[in-house]
């Protein structure tokens, strides 16, 4: 076994990877751009060495700079994590060549899966069923377009060295296509190093789904199952579970033995996934292998009890798989969101900044619930414009996937995150809505259920009613506290009304409030002015805690709780919300106050997020329609395009092509 292994890679995979060599004794060693120098796997390992600037292309992308960053610690092996130069050929064979052991699939092996063109071509050959397309090079974006009209619309634009939902778009008409093949191929350019790309059917309603399989040096290649991924966003996966609630178990072995077949035609030895595109129906078509280890595979490792980090890092040294296919067996069910810093109020637009809060649930396995949290972040850090905007994969596992969602609803009302705007609004949504819940899943759904994006959600119903009694209760905990103060009211003890008006925002929940023993209770009040029946919460929150945690009638419930003038910002269950309390005389006069609306800014266009301005697509004086192209910004390795919201005319042009922007930064204005 090794004694020293170097980790290629930043960020959570990096840590994740750093956690298993500890838990086998194995010292380990961090690589970090001048952007990582204070990133927790640097903290975590115990060597690290800088290796260039925060650009990828200049650090963690340089394959010379990590032969010679294992030259100078003693490395003896290197993990690549996923991304960056895990799928790389030349990578293994470079170390190969300077002696040092890859923690992957042999360089055959990820030149013939490797290559999404090439797969798709050793596939057909070895008999799977693919999906109908195009996988010759495609000369321009003409050939692109004659090419999709030939397999008739929708189609896939697809990166051959992509992954992770870069350099890819779908296509619905000619005119898309054209524009969709050349941003594909600028964004595989900037974040694979080739800009190569293939054209295929787009499978309507399809759901993703994915088979892990795991080989060793001496021919052997088993399964552990599948993963359902298809709740993703512009291609890229948002929540992933694992098993799928589609597959039954004849479904589950043909997918598993037609990817080990087609793992043992390359000779595959390591952790990898064959990912096949299936219809609703049940029927499945290869879609790609990837030849390293998934951002998903947390569920795969709760269901199977199996650590795929350990048996790539066992297999990489020479030993035999000790676990055969008859071993493997699936217990429970484990759901995977995905914590991206990005805002999903202004189009799950990039956020960056420093993380002022950070206070993840704590992990933990008790009463047959399990929470994990893979992050590569820690409270104070970063989240850097240069990298992928992961904050972390929050994962639960439990008995049934009804109490896996539970727990992960749970525990994403729990995870406090200030400093920056992320996802986790969203996902709460997602974890409440009843058809996900059902398990009625696709690769469109969330398209098809957010249509207009994700707004913020007004509290409804129970909801609104939890959240105001939550926001009752610390009101009336922060009043008991306010009046313990010394020397305050001449010790005289004064006797609170027990009536309140709380106010979500605008919307008045009226209510009495009172201590009872250890619990605070709660009446509502009807149309007829009566107090309802008493709810009682009990909790241990004080001020200054970012989440409320204690139970409802003795419901568990976790709601984020941020101060804000004269209240408090409430979260739970994808609704984010100003809290007031008011007594009657206060609410009074609240009821009097004017509202206040925003400025309109609809003759800028304002740059949505912190990025590099990649074109300017107008000129001056030119006039534009709705949905024209205005520009092209890239951001965490994305390009995003901004497109008019309305007619109108250029008016002035105050930013250009490589200007780097921060976000509400002026790109240009209209005239009147």
Request: include cysteine.
């Amino acid at each position: 076994m090794f004694k020293r292994i170097l980790i290629a890679n930043r960020g959570e995979i990096a840590c994740r990877v750093l956690k298993t060599a500890r838990k086998m004794g194995i010292q380990t060693v961090a690589v970090y751009s001048e952007a990582d120098r204070d990133a927790l796997h640097v903290e975590m390992a115990d060597e690290a060495v800088l290796i260039g600037p925060p650009a990828a292309a200049e650090s963690y992308l340089v394959i010379e700079k990590i032969v010679e960053a294992c030259r100078k610690t003693g490395a003896e092996a290197v993990h690549p994590g996923y991304g960056f130069l895990s799928e790389r050929e030349a990578f293994p064979r470079a170390l190969e060549t300077a002696g040092i052991v890859f923690i992957g699939p042999n360089p055959a092996a990820i030149a013939a899966m490797g290559d999404k063109i090439e797969s798709k071509k050793a596939a057909a050959k070895a008999k799977v069923s693919t999906v109908p397309g195009y996988l010759g090079v495609i000369e321009d974006d003409k050939h692109a377009v004659r090419i999709a009209d030939e397999i008739g619309y929708p189609v896939m634009i697809k990166a051959s060295a992509g992954g992770g939902g870069k350099g890819m778009r779908i296509a619905h008409s000619k005119a898309e296509v054209a524009e969709g093949f050349n941003l594909a191929k600028a964004e595989a350019k900037a974040s694979f190093g080739d800009d190569r790309v293939f054209v295929e059917k787009f499978i309507v309603d399809p759901r993703h789904i994915e088979i892990q399989v795991l080989g060793d040096k001496h021919g052997n290649v088993i399964y552990l199952g599948e993963r359902e991924c298809s709740i993703q966003r512009r291609n890229q996966k948002v929540i992933e579970e694992a098993p799928s609630p589609l597959l039954d178990e004849a479904t589950r072995r043909k997918m598993g033995e037609q990817a080990v077949a087609l793992a043992k035609a390359v000779n595959y030895d390591s952790a990898g996934t064959v990912e096949f595109v299936a219809g609703q129906d049940k029927s499945f078509y290869f879609l790609e292998m990837n030849t390293r280890l998934q951002v998903e595979h947390p569920v795969t490792e709760l269901v199977t009890g199996i650590d795929l980090v350990e048996q790539m890092i066992r297999v990489a040294s020479g030993e035999k798989l000790a676990i055969a296919q008859k071993d493997v067996t699936l217990t429970g069910w484990a759901v995977e969101s995905r914590l991206y810093a990005e805002d999903p109020f202004r189009n799950f637009l990039p956020s960056i900044g420093r993380l002022v809060k950070y206070r993840p649930p704590a992990e933990a396995s008790q009463d047959g619930i399990t929470v994990r949290n893979d992050t590569g972040v820690q409270e104070g850090g970063e989240i850097s414009i240069h990298y992928d905007p992961m904050i972390a994969k929050l994962v639960t596992h439990a008995p049934s996937r009804a109490a896996a969602i539970e727990a992960q609803a749970t525990a994403l009302d729990s995870f406090y995150v200030d400093g920056i705007r992320h996802n986790i609004p969203f996902l709460s949504a997602l974890m409440h809505h009843p058809r996900w819940r059902e398990g009625r899943l696709s690769t469109g759904f969330i398209a098809e259920e957010f249509p207009k994006g994700f707004a913020v959600r007004v509290p409804e119903g129970e909801i609104a009613r939890r959240i105001a009694a939550v926001g009752a209760a610390i009101d009336h905990v922060l009043g008991a506290r306010k009046r313990q103060i010394s020397g305050q009211m001449g010790g005289r003890v004064v006797q609170r009304e027990r009536r309140r008006a709380v106010w979500l925002d605008r919307q008045e929940i009226l209510l009495e409030v009172a201590r009872e023993g250890e619990a605070i209770a709660i009446r509502f009040i009807d149309a007829d002015g009566k107090a309802g029946t008493a709810h009682l919460l009990q909790s241990p929150w004080k001020p200054g805690d970012p989440v409320w945690q204690g139970t409802i009638d003795g419901q568990f419930v976790a709601v984020q709780a941020r101060p804000i003038p004269n209240g408090i910002r409430l979260a739970h269950q994808g609704v984010e919300v100003p809290v007031f309390v008011w007594t009657e005389a206060e609410a009074a006069s609240a009821r009097l106050m004017p509202v206040t609306t925003a400025s309109d800014s609809g003759k800028k266009l304002l740059c949505p997020m912190p990025g590099l301005v990649v074109s300017i697509a107008v000129s001056e004086g030119q006039e534009v329609k709705v949905g024209e192209t205005l520009a092209v910004v890239e951001a965490m390795k994305m390009q995003n395009v901004l497109r008019a919201e309305q007619n109108g005319t250029v008016k002035k042009i105050h930013a250009s092509a490589g200007a780097t922007l921060a976000v509400d930064a002026l790109i240009l204005e209209f005239a009147n």
